[in-house]
Nanobody
Framework: QVQLMESGGGLVQAGGSLRLSCAASGSIFSINVMGWYRQAPGKQRELVASITSGGSTNYADSVKGRFTISRDNAKNTVYLQLNSLKPENTAVYYC???????????WGQGTQVTVST
């Protein structure tokens, strides 16, 4: 089976930065999409950013220019660099892996990001 291990969440002041990491282990197909979703208190889970195994990225409009998604295919790891953080970015951030060939998805346990004013 596939497991996703997330790290990097924590408490940061507004304007600060944080880097989230998500390492996938198990039977990982080379053709995949990895991404980050977030769920703020009282809100629905939303896509923050995604990146394909080929390097194509997609971002939510609200984070463009501030957040950067990247991946290391050799390590099966995806990163999310969060810059210029705002209190409204406070949420649980979830890592997602989609295996295209199998049409299955996996989720990490989530990591809390809290941005103070």
């Amino acid at each position: 089976q596939v497991q996703l291990m997330e790290s990097g969440g924590g408490l940061v002041q507004a304007g600060g930065s944080l880097r989230l990491s998500c390492a996938a282990s198990g039977s990982i197909f080379s053709i995949n999409v990895m991404g980050w979703y977030r769920q703020a208190p009282g809100k629905q889970r939303e896509l923050v950013a995604s990146i394909t195994s080929g390097g194509s990225t997609n971002y939510a409009d609200s984070v463009k220019g501030r957040f950067t998604i990247s991946r290391d295919n050799a390590k099966n790891t995806v990163y999310l660099q969060l810059n210029s953080l705002k209190p409204e970015n406070t949420a649980v951030y979830y890592c997602q892996l989609v295996l295209i060939r199998l049409d299955v998805e996996y989720w990490g346990q989530g990591t809390q990001v809290t941005v103070s004013t």
